[in-house]
């Protein structure tokens, strides 16, 4: 996966389908990467077979053959996806007012939650992934920090007292974010969105002071 990876083109409708991958097959197409998304995480990319996914999918091998070649392909997608919406969230704040208020904030922490809603699953599986080739696992630290860095500049352009490492803000900021999100999804704490999403917004007004 590099930062340039494109998503694969969209397989050709099916005869007496519309467009260029059909409504049905579209359907199918993204089941797939749904269901591809959640077995990372739970059994890790190893141990996440073919049949796994085409079980949760309800579909035979020859139809996961129609749109992937291999669960490698669909790993890649996902990567991709993943880290051009996280900067189309990261870049909302220069959308964001100077200064800011809780308000602002407490939308921006509410859509970046709706981006790990998507790809939270992921996220997490790459980052628990050991099995994974040298390649891949450089190529995702370097998007990592990308973002990170790129975040970090962001709240530290609006600090009265700029903090010396901008990566290591965007770092510490988002590792609370992902964290809590992970904890309040998939420990199922009796925590609220709408607390645990203003409680945040309220630590990066701090932040930013």
Not at 143 to 164: A, C, D, I, K, T
Request: charged residues 30%.
């Amino acid at each position: 996966m590099t930062e340039d990876t494109q998503l694969v083109p969209e397989p050709a409708a099916a005869d007496g389908e519309e467009g260029p991958i059909g409504e049905r097959a579209n359907r199918t197409r993204n089941a797939i990467l749904e269901a591809s998304r959640t077995l990372f995480l739970e059994r890790g990319y190893s141990g996440t077979r073919i049949n796994n996914i085409t079980d949760a999918c309800g579909i035979s091998r020859a139809g996961f053959y129609t749109y992937f070649k291999d669960k490698r392909e669909i790993f890649n997608i996902l990567g991709s996806t993943a880290y051009h919406d996280v900067v189309k969230v990261v870049a909302r704040w220069d959308e964001i007012s100077r200064p800011c208020t809780v308000e602002e904030v407490t939308e921006w922490v509410r859509g970046y939650f709706e981006y790990l809603d998507v790809h939270g699953a992921f996220v997490f599986a790459a980052a628990q992934s050991s099995e994974l080739e040298e390649q891949f696992r450089t190529d995702r630290r370097r998007m990592q920090m990308r973002v990170m860095f790129m975040l970090g500049v962001n709240l530290r352009s609006r600090q009265s007292r700029p903090m010396e490492a901008p990566e290591a803000l965007g770092l510490a900021v988002m590792a609370m974010l992902d964290r809590s999100w992970l904890d309040g999804r998939m420990q199922d704490l009796p925590i609220g969105d709408r607390d645990l999403v203003k409680t945040l917004a309220e630590i990066i007004m701090a932040i930013i002071g």
